[in-house]
Protein backbone atom coordinates (compact mmCIF):
# COMPACT_ATOMS: atom_id res chain seq x y z
CA UNK A 1 0.00 0.00 0.00
CA UNK A 2 2.83 2.91 0.62
CA UNK A 3 4.57 1.83 -2.24
CA UNK A 4 1.66 2.83 -4.14
CA UNK A 5 0.94 6.19 -2.27
CA UNK A 6 5.00 6.74 -3.00
CA UNK A 7 4.25 5.97 -6.78
CA UNK A 8 1.17 8.16 -7.02
CA UNK A 9 3.18 10.72 -4.88
CA UNK A 10 6.17 11.01 -7.83
CA UNK A 11 3.68 10.36 -10.50
CA UNK A 12 1.65 13.78 -9.55
CA UNK A 13 4.84 15.25 -8.69
CA UNK A 14 6.19 14.51 -12.49
CA UNK A 15 2.76 15.41 -14.02
CA UNK A 16 2.80 18.49 -12.41
CA UNK A 17 6.45 19.62 -13.14
CA UNK A 18 5.54 18.63 -16.73
CA UNK A 19 2.54 20.74 -17.07
CA UNK A 20 4.12 23.77 -15.38
CA UNK A 21 6.93 23.70 -17.64
CA UNK A 22 4.51 23.17 -20.37
CA UNK A 23 2.81 26.42 -19.22
CA UNK A 24 5.76 28.23 -18.52
CA UNK A 25 7.24 27.90 -22.00
CA UNK A 26 3.79 28.83 -23.65
CA UNK A 27 3.83 32.04 -21.56
CA UNK A 28 7.16 33.29 -22.69
CA UNK A 29 6.86 32.51 -26.57
CA UNK A 30 3.12 33.79 -26.52
CA UNK A 31 4.31 36.76 -24.72
CA UNK A 32 7.14 37.14 -26.48
CA UNK A 33 9.39 37.39 -24.30
CA UNK A 34 11.54 34.43 -25.95
CA UNK A 35 10.90 35.12 -29.41
CA UNK A 36 14.14 36.38 -31.15
CA UNK A 37 14.65 40.25 -30.63
CA UNK A 38 15.38 42.34 -33.31
CA UNK A 39 19.25 42.81 -33.53
CA UNK A 40 20.74 45.94 -32.25
CA UNK A 41 24.16 47.17 -33.03
CA UNK A 42 24.49 48.77 -29.41
CA UNK A 43 23.39 45.90 -27.57
CA UNK A 44 26.01 43.93 -29.43
CA UNK A 45 28.92 46.10 -28.82
CA UNK A 46 27.59 46.30 -25.09
CA UNK A 47 27.91 42.77 -24.74
CA UNK A 48 30.94 42.51 -26.45
CA UNK A 49 32.59 45.02 -24.87
CA UNK A 50 31.51 43.47 -21.44
CA UNK A 51 32.56 40.27 -22.11
CA UNK A 52 35.66 40.70 -23.58
CA UNK A 53 36.65 43.58 -21.78
CA UNK A 54 37.29 45.60 -24.78
CA UNK A 55 39.42 48.82 -24.55
CA UNK A 56 37.89 51.29 -24.99
CA UNK A 57 39.37 52.35 -28.29
CA UNK A 58 37.98 49.18 -29.42
CA UNK A 59 34.76 49.61 -27.94
CA UNK A 60 34.54 52.54 -30.34
CA UNK A 61 36.04 50.91 -33.33
CA UNK A 62 33.59 48.24 -32.64
CA UNK A 63 30.85 50.06 -32.57
CA UNK A 64 31.34 52.00 -35.75
CA UNK A 65 32.20 48.11 -37.36
CA UNK A 66 28.56 47.42 -36.08
CA UNK A 67 26.83 50.40 -37.40
CA UNK A 68 28.67 50.76 -40.61
CA UNK A 69 27.56 46.78 -41.17
CA UNK A 70 23.80 47.18 -40.13
CA UNK A 71 23.75 50.36 -42.31
CA UNK A 72 24.72 47.51 -45.48
CA UNK A 73 22.24 44.91 -44.23
CA UNK A 74 19.50 47.75 -43.82
CA UNK A 75 19.80 48.71 -47.70
CA UNK A 76 19.94 45.32 -48.79
CA UNK A 77 16.78 44.33 -46.75
CA UNK A 78 15.09 47.34 -48.49
CA UNK A 79 16.48 46.25 -52.04
CA UNK A 80 14.88 42.47 -51.48
CA UNK A 81 11.86 43.39 -50.17
CA UNK A 82 10.39 43.92 -53.32
CA UNK A 83 11.16 40.30 -54.57
CA UNK A 84 10.06 39.14 -51.04
CA UNK A 85 6.43 41.07 -50.58
CA UNK A 86 6.41 39.45 -54.34
CA UNK A 87 6.76 36.34 -53.54
CA UNK A 88 4.50 36.28 -50.18
CA UNK A 89 1.57 38.03 -52.53
CA UNK A 90 2.06 35.31 -55.01
CA UNK A 91 2.03 32.73 -52.17
CA UNK A 92 -0.87 34.02 -50.68
CA UNK A 93 -2.59 34.16 -53.89
CA UNK A 94 -1.89 30.25 -54.33
CA UNK A 95 -2.82 29.27 -51.23
CA UNK A 96 -6.64 31.91 -51.35
CA UNK A 97 -7.21 29.37 -54.72
CA UNK A 98 -7.13 26.21 -52.58
CA UNK A 99 -9.44 27.50 -49.74
CA UNK A 100 -13.25 27.25 -49.32
CA UNK A 101 -15.19 30.13 -48.66
CA UNK A 102 -15.42 29.81 -45.44
CA UNK A 103 -12.09 29.83 -45.05
CA UNK A 104 -11.19 32.67 -46.94
CA UNK A 105 -12.49 35.03 -44.16
CA UNK A 106 -9.79 33.39 -41.58
CA UNK A 107 -7.26 33.16 -44.02
CA UNK A 108 -7.47 37.02 -44.74
CA UNK A 109 -7.77 38.10 -40.83
CA UNK A 110 -4.84 35.61 -40.27
CA UNK A 111 -2.77 37.73 -43.10
CA UNK A 112 -4.16 41.03 -41.43
CA UNK A 113 -2.83 40.04 -38.34
CA UNK A 114 0.50 38.75 -39.26
CA UNK A 115 1.06 42.01 -41.41
CA UNK A 116 0.37 43.97 -38.50
CA UNK A 117 3.00 42.26 -36.39
CA UNK A 118 5.50 42.14 -39.02
CA UNK A 119 4.57 46.46 -39.74
CA UNK A 120 5.24 46.76 -35.55
CA UNK A 121 8.49 44.88 -35.46
CA UNK A 122 9.64 47.06 -38.48
CA UNK A 123 9.45 50.49 -36.87
CA UNK A 124 13.00 51.23 -35.22
CA UNK A 125 12.84 50.62 -31.30
CA UNK A 126 12.59 53.52 -29.06
CA UNK A 127 16.52 55.11 -27.81
Do not use: C
Not at 23 to 49: E, M, N
Not at 77 to 103: F, N, V
Amino acid sequence: MTRRVYLYFILTFLLGAVVGGTAVLFYGWQSGRWRHRRPDPQRIVRRLSRELKLTAEQTAQLDKIMTESFQKMAEQRKQAEPQLKAIHDETSGRIRQILTPEQLPKFNEMLRRYEERRSRQAQPAPH
